[in-house]
């Protein structure tokens, strides 16, 4: 029991991590258009972090439930997962890189499993489709943003550029708000899944053979609560990168970017998809850019941020598969 324990709170940990790891996510648009201030941006974002729970059912925490197969699944394993995800986030964190804390914990996650009991051990469904969104969201989030922005400057296109921005510096709080309950209903699920993982591991928890297992509602509480304080202490590293590096943003360009970002988590959370929210919203700033002109964003940041994206999922499984074979040496049972 008191493994268990010490498992949940490595996972509370992890998503307090991935809530200052991804608060750029949610309020770098709108610390970078001056909308908001850093301090009062993260309050904001994390408040609506928070109350995400209450928009989504839990399909993302179930299919992350049962993506390594239940009979693998050991407290051992999931320790070395999270241990994976967890040095990814903050050596990328550290290096101000806006990676995926999502695709680290699926990769760390399938790391472990693969160490102990080869690939066959992976629900090859769930991470084919996250795969396939590893390129399609960043690609919605692309095209979303391009063609909002474009309609809106054809609806307003009349109007001055300071009218514009007083009007939607009203709207960017709306569509925030919008993007951080996109942020916090699928990427705090990927935690509640874990940790529904370890319960039935433990056999604290059933599950029925090829079935969704139930989350349990302290599960998805207690992980949207550790997301909202991990927002509220956000990295303001990643924002540097993510609201100003990547293109310059006003107003205009900040809600667009938010908006499309958000439809596209709702989208993707409704399916059941655990998709990067750091993808999405670099795809939605980077079409929203490329409206105004093609040079407007800073391919050579965009590509290194690229490179974090296909080096997350490998690093974080290297590592948490040397994490499991580490541990097992030490005699941890596997």
Not at 37 to 63: C, D, I, M
Not at 164 to 179: G, K
Request: charged fraction near 10%; aromatic fraction near 8%; proline fraction near 3%.
């Amino acid at each position: 029991m008191q493994a268990l324990i010490a498992i949940i709170a490595l996972a509370l940990v992890f998503d307090y991590i991935n809530g200052f790891h991804d608060a750029a996510n949610s309020i770098a648009t709108v610390v970078s258009t001056r909308v908001l201030s850093p301090r009062t941006a993260v309050a904001w974002a994390a408040f609506f972090n928070f109350v995400a729970f209450l928009f989504f059912e839990s399909k993302v925490a179930g299919n992350i439930a049962k993506g390594v197969h239940p009979s693998v699944v050991s407290l051992t394993l999931v320790l070395a997962g999270l241990t994976g995800a967890i040095i990814w986030d903050l050596l990328t964190w550290w290096w101000a890189l806006p990676t995926s804390s999502s695709h680290a914990l699926l990769g760390g996650l399938a790391g472990a499993a693969i160490a102990k009991a080869g690939i066959g051990s992976l629900d090859a469904p769930l991470f084919v489709k996250t795969g396939i969104f590893i390129i399609a969201s960043p690609a919605i989030g692309f095209l979303l943003g391009s063609l909002l922005m474009k309609g809106v400057m054809l609806a307003l296109g009349q109007l001055s550029p300071a009218s514009i921005d007083r009007h939607f510096r009203r709207l960017q709080l709306l569509s925030a708000a919008l993007y951080s309950i996109g942020h916090g209903g699928n990427d705090a699920q990927k935690t509640a899944g874990i940790i529904t993982a370890a319960l039935i591991a433990t056999k604290h928890q059933n599950i029925a053979d090829g079935h969704r297992p139930h989350v349990a509602a302290w599960v998805i509480i207690s992980c949207f609560t550790a997301m909202g304080l991990g927002t509220l202490t956000g990295g303001w590293r990643i924002v540097r990168t993510m609201g100003m590096r990547i293109t310059k943003l006003v107003p205009v360009g900040g809600f667009c970017a938010e908006t499309s970002g958000a439809i596209a988590l709702f989208l993707a959370t409704a399916l059941g998809v655990p998709v990067s929210t750091t993808h999405t919203i670099t795809g939605s700033i980077v079409g929203t850019g490329t409206v105004r002109k093609f040079s407007a964003v800073r391919w050579g940041v965009a590509g290194r941020i690229v490179w974090a994206w296909v080096l997350t999922v490998p690093g974080a499984a290297l590592i948490s598969a040397l994490t499991f074979l580490a541990v097992t040496k030490l005699g941890f049972p596997q």
